[in-house]
């Protein structure tokens, strides 16, 4: 039984990764909907946060029918972190969670995100000053190190527990790798299997179908595991994990109708949430994953990412319904 403090999170729970430009509330109702235990949102700075940047503020917003849910906070300066923390337990998230695995470069190079690995010291200070700033449980994601030779990932969850932490997701791969390479879970392994940890352990990277979920949570021991790629486009996997977990059984994969309505309801609510110009805007990164593996799609593809007219976009959806009705995927 995974908690994290007083929140129950079930025998073994999946977890939607906090993802940049695709965790928005949409997103994470739809990955809800289909399963998902825990929630974060995309990764917030500090320092926008601070200056009030709407961009920052708007990423606060959480809903009741997504709890738990977690708001994932980043930065490099300790003391806007702690401003931040403070501005974050104001929107009354379950879970605090900071960021550092980001490997983007921006971000990295700054310090920020997988950037603090490289100062482990600082790392540890920050997570602590967090965890006395707030009431609430505060949760880590991070990386196995910045590169191959600064692996320091057991040791460092150990001292991020001893701080206060709560729980810990770890992506199998340095920053330096980025996202290429396979996930390298046998070190997650040893910091679950470390005698010293009694925090819950999600494990994240690669997984992206139900047997390689099964698998991983047998061959590795982790309290639960982190999705992040593989539910952009397809939030059924949550569902489709647990049915294999418990039955050895596939779920049958969404029809076109099924993944149609999906799409029209993530575009309904992008545009509640943002407006119709932005809504729009940003649900055109979606559509190629929403209908990967359709064959002949490619015409329907681009109309549905070169359009900006609702209406329109309305009607190619119907077409598509239609048109492509019995269709399998090949996905």
């Known amino acids: 039984m995974a908690k994290i403090r007083d929140i129950d999170l079930g025998d073994f729970p999946l ?6 430009d695709v965790s928005d509330p949409p997103f994470r109702a739809l990955c809800k909907k289909n399963g998902a235990d825990l929630m974060y949102t995309e990764f917030i700075s500090s320092e926008g946060l601070i200056r009030d940047a709407v961009k920052s503020v708007k990423k606060l917003d959480i809903f009741e029918y997504e709890r738990p849910v977690g708001i994932q906070i980043f930065g490099y300066d300790i003391e806007s972190m702690k401003r931040a923390t403070e501005i974050t337990e104001q929107t009354n998230p379950d879970i605090i969670d900071i960021n550092y695995g980001c490997p983007v470069k921006k971000v990295a190079c700054k310090g920020a995100g997988a950037g603090i690995l490289q100062d482990i010291p600082k790392m540890v200070r920050m997570t602590e000053e967090i965890v006395k700033t707030t009431k609430l449980p505060v949760t880590v994601k991070t990386r196995l190190g910045w590169d191959d030779n ?3 990932i057991v040791e460092v ?7 206060g932490i709560e729980a810990i997701s770890i992506h199998g791969r340095t920053r330096k790798q980025m996202y290429k390479g396979e996930a390298d879970w046998s070190l997650i392994a040893e910091v679950k299997n470390n005698s ?4 819950p352990v ?5 997984i992206d179908s139900p047997e390689k979920a099964v698998e991983y949570k047998n061959k590795f021991g982790v309290d639960g595991i982190m999705i992040g790629r593989a539910s952009i486009g397809y939030p059924w996997i949550f569902n489709e994990i647990k049915h294999y977990q418990k039955t050895g059984q596939h779920l049958p994969k969404p029809t076109i109708k099924e993944r149609v309505a999906v799409t029209r309801e993530h575009l309904e609510m992008s545009i509640k949430w943002k407006g119709e110009t932005l809504g729009i805007a940003e649900m055109k990164r979606h559509y190629t994953n929403y209908f990967k593996g359709i064959p002949h ?3 329907y593809r681009t109309k549905l990412v070169t359009s900006f007219n ?8 119907e077409e598509v319904e239609v048109k492509f009705s019995g269709v399998e995927t090949l996905v």
């Open 15 to 20: 977890l939607l990764a906090p993802m940049e």
């Open 202 to 206: 999600f494990g994240n990277g690669d």
């Open 157 to 163: 969850a150990e001292r991020l527990q001893d701080v």
């Open 196 to 199: 010293r940890m009694h925090i």
């Open 150 to 152: 600064s692996k320091h």
């Open 310 to 317: 609702l209406e329109e976009i309305r009607a190619i959806l």
């Open 297 to 299: 799609f490619k015409d």
